[in-house]
C-alpha cells in the first residue's frame, strides 16, 4: 500500500495535520526566500539574513513532519517539538521576546500529534 493509499484510510484529524504541515512547510519556505530577496533590494542586515534562514529552516522541518507524518512515523512528535523551540529561541536571541502565537500554535500541533499517538495513527 503506497503512502497517499494509507492517508486515505486515516482520521479527518490526520489527514487535516498532513495538510497543515504541507502548507506550513511551503508558505514558510516562499517566506524564507522573500526574505532573501528583499536583502538583495534594500541592503543585507544580518538579522534579515538570519529571519530567512529561520523561516527557511522552518520550512524544511515542517516538510520533514510532513513526510514523517505520512509514512505515520512517530518521530514526527520530537522534529515537531524543535522546529518550535528553535523558532522561539531564536526570538529570544535577537531581542523579540515570547512569541506567544509560536507556543499556541506549537502546543496545538504537539498536542494533536500525541492524540494520533494514541489512537495508533503514528507509530
Known sequence: ????????????????LVSAFKVAAGL???????????????GFTSIRLADALLNISV?????VCYRLL?????????????????SLVYGFAVGRGF???T???GV??????????QRGEVQ
Open 99 to 101: 512569541n506567544v502565537v
Open 108 to 117: 496545538a500541533l504537539v498536542g494533536a500529534l500525541f492524540m494520533l499517538r
Open 70 to 86: 505520512v509514512q505515520g512515523r512517530l518521530l514526527v512528535i520530537p522534529v515537531c517539538v524543535a522546529a518550535v523551540a528553535i
Open 1 to 16: 500500500m503506497t503512502d497517499q493509499q494509507a492517508a486515505l484510510q486515516k482520521s479527518e484529524l490526520y489527514r487535516q
Open 103 to 105: 507556543t499556541a500554535v
Open 28 to 42: 514558510s519556505i516562499l517566506f524564507g526566500f522573500i526574505h532573501l530577496a528583499s536583502i538583495v533590494s534594500s
Open 59 to 63: 520550512g524544511v522541518a515542517a516538510f
